[in-house]
């Protein structure tokens, strides 16, 4: 514990050098957001460990939530699980996806933890009798969290991107933070600023003003960044980089342009022709001769850009206006395209739209129909009428937990003739509860990671396509739920054609159902897009995209 009496306590407010080896990278944002920190912080972190170095990456999210698992997908876009059950930022989604290496809790705080974390000390009277201020009891909560993955000796680098932008409100203890970090970590701290350099039409030119502004913001708050990353769509040329370097007090070479591409899968490449990562190791005095080993990754990217065949995917969903909150589906999508040399198009459908009698004509020149997860009553039942075209024209599907129980319900409905089978998500007085509340939710009120949550072992039947994807019986998969399949009504399942092919032994939930005499007919209760990386397509995606392929 950081804080125990009030003499370690301004010890340690008092900036005592910290003796480690660990160096921290922080990466902070200007202008306006939606710039791509997530995706710079990711691909530096990919150049890095390319270059042997082991890093890991996590962000500080300035809003109130404890976590982002009670937010709206409007809100942030989707929310993303690790394997220890966290709910978190999408952008860990990217952290995981760049390096292939699991991110946990500590990869994401937000101020609500760290005003819960101070304020439940406060009531353990661990400040003995001091008056409980931002600074320095949640600037220091806030460092104490920035350096802990880093004093575990596991990294080289640790790189907290820092959400929000520089200026606003409730960011300002994050950059006090880091002000006070850089002073004390010296040599061991860097600062990248990610900016935004428009191209004025009008005027048909680039302008500086905007980065000038952001870095002034900065430096009103003590922090002179070391790199700036300009966001652009259109090239830096010298003397703009000079300009930039000039006003801003950095080196020319510190000016690093970051240019609109198709693929976020090409940042890393071309942040290591800007020089990003050498331009970090100088800075933090490393001697590095080595170049990033890319191989893998550019393979990747080559088999990305020549696809051999082309699919349309129909993702039918509640959240179509708004594509990051399906981001992991999408990605796991490119991943397992890839390794199809195959191009998807990811149609996004409007599910409240669909009904038994329209569903064929927003779905019938689909090669494959993915139902996606979701909550709640809004949309569901075009949901089960796209399973049902589905089904009945032995089109490729892929069902993920609420569109796995989808499945399900479609099934008792038409198949096995229960007329108002439901889940009781949706219906609590159903006849059929095909779908029902897990026992050891029924009794919890509070939503906030409340849900069963994060990596659980399943067993796979080996007679089964999941098997013949994954090759393998035993599989770890990431949930997120309240809802099961209901084991009561298994048999008359099995009896008419909807088996199911893997199950958590332990408390015997099924979590895959497959229906054997179609094509392609899958649905997981877990979430496979959560563990799809570019080095590891999920194999799930891989399988499916092969038969929406076959389907062409
Ligand atoms: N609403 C469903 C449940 O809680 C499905 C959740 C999901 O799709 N992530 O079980």
Same mark, same amino acid.
């Given at each position: 514990m950081l804080i125990c009496n009030p003499i370690t306590y301004y010890g340690n407010y008092l900036n005592i050098r910290i003796m480690t080896n660990t160096k921290y990278i922080f990466v902070l944002g200007g202008v306006a957001s939606s710039l791509g920190k997530g995706i710079i912080s990711a691909s530096l972190a990919k150049l890095l460990q390319a270059r042997g170095y082991n890093v890991t990456i996590q962000k500080f999210d300035p809003y109130i939530n404890v976590d982002p698992g009670t937010l709206n997908p409007?809100?942030?876009?989707?929310?993303?699980?690790?394997?220890?059950?966290?709910?978190?930022?999408?952008?860990?989604?990217?952290?995981?996806?760049?390096?292939?290496?699991p991110t946990s809790q500590a990869n994401n705080v937000t101020t609500g933890r760290i005003y819960q974390t101070v304020i439940n000390k406060e009531r353990h009277g661990d400040y003995l009798g001091e008056t409980v201020q931002i600074i320095p009891h949640i600037t220091d909560e806030i460092k104490y969290r920035m350096k802990i993955l880093g004093e575990k000796g596991l990294f080289d680098f640790v790189i907290t991107e820092i959400g929000g932008t520089v200026g606003d409100i409730e960011s300002l203890p994050y950059v006090e933070a880091v002000r006070q970090l850089k002073w004390e970590l010296g040599n061991n701290a860097l600062v990248i600023h990610l900016t935004f350099v428009p191209f004025l039409a009008a005027a048909g030119e680039l302008k500086t003003k905007p980065t000038q502004h952001a870095?002034?913001?900065?430096?009103?708050?003590?922090?002179?960044?070391?790199?700036?990353?300009?966001?652009?769509?259109?090239?830096?040329?010298?003397?703009?980089?000079?300009?930039?370097?000039?006003?801003?007090?950095?080196?020319?070479?510190?000016?690093?342009?970051?240019?609109?591409?198709?693929?976020?899968?090409n940042v890393p490449i071309l942040m290591h022709e800007e020089g990003l990562d050498s331009e970090v190791l100088k800075k933090l005095n490393i001697k590095d001769g080595k170049t990033p080993n890319l191989?893998?990754?550019?393979?990747?990217?080559?088999?990305?850009?020549?696809?051999?065949?082309?699919?349309?995917?129909?993702?039918?969903?509640?959240?179509?206006?708004?594509?990051?909150?399906?981001?992991?589906?999408?990605?796991?999508?490119?991943?397992?395209? *890839?390794?199809?040399?195959?191009?998807? /198009? $990811?149609? %996004?459908?409007?599910?409240? #739209?669909?009904?038994?009698? &329209?569903?064929?004509?927003?779905?019938?020149?689909?090669?494959?129909?993915?139902?996606?997860?979701?909550?709640?009553n809004r949309g569901i039942e075009g949901k089960i009428s796209a399973v049902k075209y589905a089904r009945e024209?032995?089109?490729?599907?892929?069902?993920?937990?609420?569109?796995?129980?989808? *499945?399900?319900?479609?099934?008792?409905? /038409? $198949?096995? %003739?229960?007329?108002?089978? #439901?889940?009781?998500?949706? &219906?609590?007085?159903?006849?059929?509860?095909?779908?029902?509340?897990?026992?050891?939710?029924?009794?919890?009120?509070?939503?906030?990671?409340?849900m069963r949550l994060g990596s659980y072992p399943c067993k796979l039947k080996t007679n089964s396509k999941a098997y013949q994807a994954y090759g393998k019986p035993d599989i770890e998969e990431r949930h997120r739920h309240r809802f099961e399949f209901n084991n009561q009504y298994l048999q008359q399942f099995i009896d008419k054609g909807m088996i199911a092919t893997g199950n958590f032994e332990e408390k015997n939930l099924v979590e895959i159902i497959e229906i054997p005499e179609h094509p392609w007919f899958i649905g997981v209760q877990f979430h496979p897009e959560y563990r799809s990386t570019v080095a590891a397509p999920h194999p799930l995606f891989v399988s499916f995209v092969k038969a929406t392929k076959e389907n062409l």
């Amino acid at each position: 514990m950081l804080i125990c009496n009030p003499i370690t306590y301004y010890g340690n407010y008092l900036n005592i050098r910290i003796m480690t080896n660990t160096k921290y990278i922080f990466v902070l944002g200007g202008v306006a957001s939606s710039l791509g920190k997530g995706i710079i912080s990711a691909s530096l972190a990919k150049l890095l460990q390319a270059r042997g170095y082991n890093v890991t990456i996590q962000k500080f999210d300035p809003y109130i939530n404890v976590d982002p698992g009670t937010l709206n997908p409007y809100e942030h876009g989707e929310c993303y699980v690790t394997s220890d059950g966290a709910e978190t930022d999408l952008d860990l989604g990217h952290y995981e996806r760049f390096l292939n290496q699991p991110t946990s809790q500590a990869n994401n705080v937000t101020t609500g933890r760290i005003y819960q974390t101070v304020i439940n000390k406060e009531r353990h009277g661990d400040y003995l009798g001091e008056t409980v201020q931002i600074i320095p009891h949640i600037t220091d909560e806030i460092k104490y969290r920035m350096k802990i993955l880093g004093e575990k000796g596991l990294f080289d680098f640790v790189i907290t991107e820092i959400g929000g932008t520089v200026g606003d409100i409730e960011s300002l203890p994050y950059v006090e933070a880091v002000r006070q970090l850089k002073w004390e970590l010296g040599n061991n701290a860097l600062v990248i600023h990610l900016t935004f350099v428009p191209f004025l039409a009008a005027a048909g030119e680039l302008k500086t003003k905007p980065t000038q502004h952001a870095v002034k913001a900065l430096l009103e708050l003590g922090v002179q960044p070391d790199i700036l990353v300009c966001r652009t769509e259109h090239h830096l040329n010298i003397s703009l980089r000079n300009k930039i370097a000039l006003f801003c007090n950095v080196e020319s070479s510190s000016v690093i342009e970051s240019i609109d591409t198709d693929t976020i899968y090409n940042v890393p490449i071309l942040m290591h022709e800007e020089g990003l990562d050498s331009e970090v190791l100088k800075k933090l005095n490393i001697k590095d001769g080595k170049t990033p080993n890319l191989t893998e990754w550019d393979s990747f990217l080559k088999r990305l850009k020549n696809p051999l065949y082309e699919v349309n995917i129909g993702l039918v969903g509640k959240y179509v206006e708004l594509k990051d909150a399906y981001k992991s589906i999408s990605e796991a999508f490119i991943h397992a395209g *890839a390794a199809n040399l195959c191009k998807v /198009n $990811v149609k %996004l459908i409007q599910s409240e #739209n669909i009904n038994d009698d &329209n569903a064929e004509s927003y779905l019938k020149k689909l090669n494959g129909i993915l139902v996606a997860p979701g909550f709640g009553n809004r949309g569901i039942e075009g949901k089960i009428s796209a399973v049902k075209y589905a089904r009945e024209n032995k089109i490729p599907f892929f069902g993920i937990c609420l569109g796995m129980q989808c *499945a399900v319900i479609e099934f008792a409905r /038409n $198949v096995l %003739l229960m007329n108002d089978a #439901n889940s009781t998500e949706m &219906n609590k007085r159903t006849e059929f509860p095909v779908i029902n509340i897990m026992e050891n939710q029924k009794e919890i009120e509070n939503k906030g990671g409340t849900m069963r949550l994060g990596s659980y072992p399943c067993k796979l039947k080996t007679n089964s396509k999941a098997y013949q994807a994954y090759g393998k019986p035993d599989i770890e998969e990431r949930h997120r739920h309240r809802f099961e399949f209901n084991n009561q009504y298994l048999q008359q399942f099995i009896d008419k054609g909807m088996i199911a092919t893997g199950n958590f032994e332990e408390k015997n939930l099924v979590e895959i159902i497959e229906i054997p005499e179609h094509p392609w007919f899958i649905g997981v209760q877990f979430h496979p897009e959560y563990r799809s990386t570019v080095a590891a397509p999920h194999p799930l995606f891989v399988s499916f995209v092969k038969a929406t392929k076959e389907n062409l």
